[in-house]
């Protein structure tokens, strides 16, 4: 059950990693509020149709403390990390703040430690730390400047933010996850639309002061299918993917799995927009696939399997 859990966390995160090209080709003719509305609109236009039926069935039997779990989930999954990243990445080098995302995977373990109660293995705790050295190569550790004004330091405290929020996202899907563990809980697909639709709407009242139509209307071809991909795959199947493996792993391992965030967009940065690595970020991308595996492991079936296996003399 882990490793299935951990193969949806991968793809989960292999898919939020593509959002930095994706970002990056539409940043430039559109406002960070009609990025996240229209990303969210086309996810929902794929989400609502598959499960209609399934939809207003769970609406209906769903309590107040369901609507604020999902209330939660969108406010710093969705809506809160995409705005922060954006606005300080807006002040800050993509290098620092690639350095102060990497900071999501302890923040993760520290919340799921005093939220949830979760002491992670030692060897979990070892993928961790893989994990942030990986993405500290990758990111290429702090930017060249010394100097460090108030505008900068603002966009480093408004990236930290966003780390934050997915860390709280994180520790409040596995929640929702354990609480609902032995009733009848939400199915991915329906948690996902539901989650989006609330960041949709909380999107919805800034995104018309970015004047949107206008901007919209003088995309390319390129640029809406960069939306469309934003929507219909990082959204809607990679959220799908995350809920689908945080009801099978612990808080811990999923925390580790988002090092795949950096490490896909800079896979993706060199094969679809040609720009060039050096040996040092591979050697980053080798302590977050190793990271990975660490936490990805079930103790005790490490422990059982030493245990059965018999040593022969020669």
Not at 234 to 239: E, F, K, Q, R
Request: positive net charge.
């Amino acid at each position: 059950m882990t490793t299935r859990g951990s193969l949806y966390l991968a793809a989960a995160f292999f898919l939020a990693g593509s959002s930095v090209v994706a970002a990056r080709l539409v940043s430039d003719k559109l406002g960070i509020f009609t990025i996240a509305a229209a990303s969210l609109f086309f996810a929902l236009t794929g989400l609502l149709p598959a499960c209609w039926f399934r939809l207003r069935i769970m609406i209906l039997s769903m309590k107040k403390q369901d609507w604020a779990a999902l209330f939660l989930q969108a406010l710093f999954g969705m809506f809160l990390f995409r705005i922060f990243l954006l606005l300080g990445l807006q002040r800050t080098s993509t290098a620092e703040a690639g350095v102060l995302t990497g900071t999501t995977p302890a923040l993760t373990v520290l919340l799921a430690w005093l939220i949830l109660r979760e002491s992670p293995h030692w060897l979990r705790v070892l993928g961790i730390v893989n994990t942030i050295a990986g993405i500290l190569l990758i990111q290429g550790l702090l930017s060249h400047s010394t100097h460090l004004s108030l505008e900068h330091l603002l966009g480093n405290l408004l990236v930290l933010a966003a780390a934050l929020c997915e860390s709280l996202f994180n520790v409040f899907s596995r929640l929702s996850s354990i609480r609902n563990r032995h009733t009848e809980s939400l199915k991915p697909l329906v948690q996902t639309t539901l989650v989006t639709a609330i960041a949709f709407l909380l999107c919805l009242v800034p995104c018309f002061f970015e004047q949107p139509i206008s901007s919209l209307m003088s995309l390319s071809i390129s640029e809406w299918l960069a939306l469309l991909w934003y929507g219909l795959f990082i959204t809607a199947l990679g959220y799908m993917c995350w809920y689908t493996g945080i009801k099978r792993c612990e808080t811990s391992v999923a925390a580790a799995f988002s090092g795949l965030m950096p490490l896909t967009a800079m896979l993706l940065s060199v094969l679809l927009l040609g720009e060039q690595t050096v040996v040092r970020q591979w050697l980053g991308a080798a302590l977050v696939i190793l990271g990975m595996l660490a936490s990805g492991v079930n103790p005790p079936d490490v422990y059982r399997y030493i245990r059965s296996y018999n040593y022969k003399p020669i």
